[in-house]
């Protein structure tokens, strides 16, 4: 796995490793208000992000232009805009 394909799933297993980490605070502190912030962070950090990877993997004739590019960063800054806004609202 290289080039896009690769950051897709590399920011997916660190979106992952910090939403579990979240997750395990939040049963250690038994406050389970921030559940929401800790589901989309998996759930769009992790599997969307893995799936897209995985898609640019099967797919490289997708992955060479700038649009998959431009895909990564609008994913990510939305990942980074989502999350703290769920937390916001709750």
Do not use: C, E, Q
Not at 16 to 43: E, K, R, W
Request: a neutral charge; zero cysteines.
């Amino acid at each position: 796995m290289r080039g896009i394909a690769f950051w897709f799933y590399f920011t997916g297993v660190i979106y992952v490793i910090a939403g579990m980490a979240f997750g395990i605070h939040l049963s250690a502190t038994h406050d389970y208000t921030l559940a929401p912030v800790h589901a989309h962070l998996n759930l769009i950090g992790w599997v969307t992000m893995g799936l897209f990877g995985l898609y640019y993997h099967a797919v490289p004739a997708a992955a060479d232009g700038i649009l998959a590019k431009i895909h990564f960063g609008v994913a990510t800054v939305g990942l980074w805009l989502i999350t703290p806004g769920i937390a916001f609202a709750i």
